[in-house]
């Protein structure tokens, strides 16, 4: 996996990396990493 520079995950939890980091991780689809981060 490889992480854009300039990528922050901590100080923006709804951002669009967030959400591929999370779909990276999890092995899942954009809906489930949407369903997955709000509850962040």
Same mark, same amino acid.
């Given at each position: 996996?490889t @992480?854009?520079a300039?990528?922050?995950f ?5 951002g ?5 980091l #999370?779909?990276? #991780?999890?092995?899942?689809?954009f809906q489930e990493a949407v369903?997955? @981060?709000?509850? #962040?």
């Amino acid at each position: 996996m490889t @992480l854009m520079a300039g990528s922050c995950f901590s100080c923006n939890a709804k951002g669009r990396g967030a959400i591929d980091l #999370v779909r990276a #991780v999890r092995h899942c689809g954009f809906q489930e990493a949407v369903d997955f @981060l709000g509850g #962040v």
